[in-house]
């Protein structure tokens, strides 16, 4: 059972719109939940619960998402290195993205640029 009311509308519009501005141009650095937080002008642990209220997934599952989909952006239509990409998604290492990219594409970012799906 959730601790957030039934009527309760989640984050308004201008403040989620903030955050996800933030998210956008913050995707190749450390995102930290205080942040987010301060962007929706909310306490870390209220916005946690607001955000996936209101988006349906957590912060962290968002900017994982978001990511992601920028990588396989640039995987896609450039020509950067792996350690690259890694690096202009956010991620500190290549291991890290490696690990993370293949959990949500089932493929290694090198085998999803040369065009190999999972089964």
């Not at 870390?44 to 978001?66: L, N």
């Amino acid at each position: 059972m959730s601790s957030i009311p039934e009527n309760c509308a989640g984050l308004k519009p201008e403040r989620l719109a903030r955050v996800l501005e933030r998210i956008q141009h913050g995707l190749h650095e450390p995102l930290q939940i205080a942040h987010l937080a301060e962007a929706a002008c909310l306490s870390p642990f209220h916005f946690a619960r607001m955000f996936k209220h209101t988006t349906g997934k957590s912060p962290h599952a968002y900017v994982t998402e978001k990511r992601i989909a920028l990588a396989r952006e640039l995987l896609t239509n450039t020509a950067l290195p792996i350690a690259e990409v890694s690096r202009r998604a956010g991620y500190r290492t290549q291991a890290h993205f490696t690990g993370v990219f293949r959990q949500h594409t089932g493929v290694t970012p090198r085998r999803f640029r040369e065009g190999v799906r999972p089964e």
